[in-house]
């Protein structure tokens, strides 16, 4: 008997779920960050090396679809429910953590608390990558330039604080 092969496509259902939870955590964090960017508190603090606000939001529009993807690849290519629940655990934290700097650094107007919470979000990039690993190498890939504009986030941050 000859085995009948399937041919994997994409499975558009988890990618739509995949850019829309992505796109959702986005929309809540510039909640706090549209009109606290614009404001003159920010204005008086942020370094000459900030890109211009418009560039932000270019940036996040881009790192967040790549975010979704890597979120879609490492679902799909993950093997097992275990696997899956560290992808939604590493996820669902990160999320949760970029949605928090936002509101303390522009919400409660704390750059000291948010130079210490980017640090966690950062590192939470890299878990996000090596759970990633095993499941879609593609997957952590993907999540590179999101770990270099948080680092860059990290740098105005720091400046903020101590420069």
Do not use: H
């Amino acid at each position: 008997m000859k085995k009948r092969r399937e041919k994997k496509g994409l499975n558009w259902k988890v990618l739509v779920l995949c850019l829309a939870l992505t796109y959702i955590v986005g929309f809540v964090g510039s909640l706090f960050t549209s009109q606290g960017a614009n404001s003159e508190w920010y204005e008086s603090i942020k370094p000459s090396i900030t890109p211009p606000n418009y560039i932000f939001t270019i940036i996040w529009d881009i790192l967040f679809f790549l975010v979704a993807l890597s979120l879609y690849f490492a679902w799909t290519g993950a093997k097992d429910d275990k696997k899956k629940e560290q992808i939604t655990l590493a996820f669902g934290m990160n999320f949760l953590l970029n949605i928090l700097w936002s509101a303390i650094f522009f919400g409660m107007k704390n750059p000291l608390i948010a130079l210490g919470e980017i640090k966690l979000l950062s590192l939470s990039i890299i878990w996000m990558g090596l759970v990633c690993w095993r499941a879609n190498k593609l997957a952590t890939f993907l999540l590179i330039p999101y770990l270099a504009w948080v680092y860059f986030a990290g740098v105005i941050n720091f400046i903020i604080v101590f420069g």
